[in-house]
């Protein structure tokens, strides 16, 4: 059977009978098209993009532009996919308006087919004038990096009772503003399985166990591409990383050595037109 475009209906149709969804990120048209072909459910152009591409400290400095030049390539890299902008830090935390049109723009521009934004039930009425504009939204609460300094550093969310049965009302918030999924992120495993099971939209866990309706983990961390930081919930699928560094010294080691390029790695010349040519120098 031919693929078709993934749609939220698709996702939620897949947590009604329960069938794992997955998600994974990508941040450019090459990335785009290998995790298409994967077939994966949903492509996150994640503000991570932040620290594994541009080399920031955290996901903070992020800004619309650069969100928006690296949605526009991921989406000329995927045909199937169903994906997600993060909306990056203060694009709609401080005004309403503005986070419905930057929200739009991620559609308009980035050509994307929902945003996501961090935050739980105080960002239930801007996640609820984005989705009155005919955006969806996916949600995130728990670890949100955006807000790591104010949580004290990249720590697990929910370990106490009373935090636990926070993230489980910010859930129900979110998904009562119109939410139609929400990341879980470095969450434990029982409270992301109470969430999972209170929701009727999907929930993609990264750091949250196997309860969740999905998972979700960073193109970098997953391939071994970035060693800054390694989270506990990362499983290395390869460790390509490695396997570049050392086909760039090889590269070094052959140029220096005169091992590259060879006559098969160059265009050839008539031995007339050569001829014809070296005359013409000469003259």
């Not at 969100?67 to 989406?75: S, T």
């Not at 049965?165 to 434990?188: F, R, T």
């Not at 990383?241 to 390029?261: C, H, K, M, S, Y």
Request: charged share 20%; glycine share 8%.
């Amino acid at each position: 059977m031919s693929r078709k475009k993934v749609t939220i209906l698709d996702l939620q149709r897949k947590k009604n009978n329960k069938q794992p969804l997955t998600m994974l990120t990508a941040y450019d048209f090459t990335g785009a098209q290998l995790v298409d072909n994967a077939e994966i459910d949903v492509i996150l152009v994640g503000d991570s993009l932040g620290m594994v591409v541009l080399g920031y400290d955290s996901t903070v400095p992020v800004t619309m532009a650069e969100m928006l030049h690296h949605c526009r390539a991921v989406a000329r890299g995927t045909q199937y996919a169903f994906t997600v902008g993060d909306m990056p830090f203060l694009s709609y935390q401080a005004d309403m308006a503005e986070a419905v049109r930057n929200a739009g723009l991620l559609l308009k521009e980035g050509r994307m087919d929902s945003v996501k934004l961090e935050g739980g039930r105080e960002m239930a009425l801007t996640v609820e004038a984005v989705s009155r504009a005919g955006i969806p939204v996916m949600g995130h609460i728990g670890l949100t990096p955006q807000s790591q300094s104010k949580l004290g550093g990249y720590r697990v969310q929910g370990k106490t009772a009373v935090s636990a049965h926070n993230l489980v009302q910010d859930a129900l918030a979110l998904e009562a503003a119109g939410c139609y999924s929400i990341v879980l992120e470095a969450v434990p495993e029982p409270v992301a399985i109470v969430i999972s099971q209170k929701l009727t939209i999907p929930t993609f866990g990264i750091g949250a166990g196997a309860g969740c309706d999905g998972q979700v983990l960073v193109y970098h961390d997953l391939l071994g591409l970035f060693d800054r930081l390694q989270p506990r919930f990362v499983k290395q699928y390869a460790r390509l990383g490695q396997t570049a560094l050392d086909a760039l010294v090889a590269f070094r080691e052959d140029v220096i050595n005169g091992r590259f390029p060879t006559v098969e790695h160059t265009y050839p010349m008539s031995v007339e037109e050569e001829a014809e040519f070296r005359r013409m120098i000469a003259e």
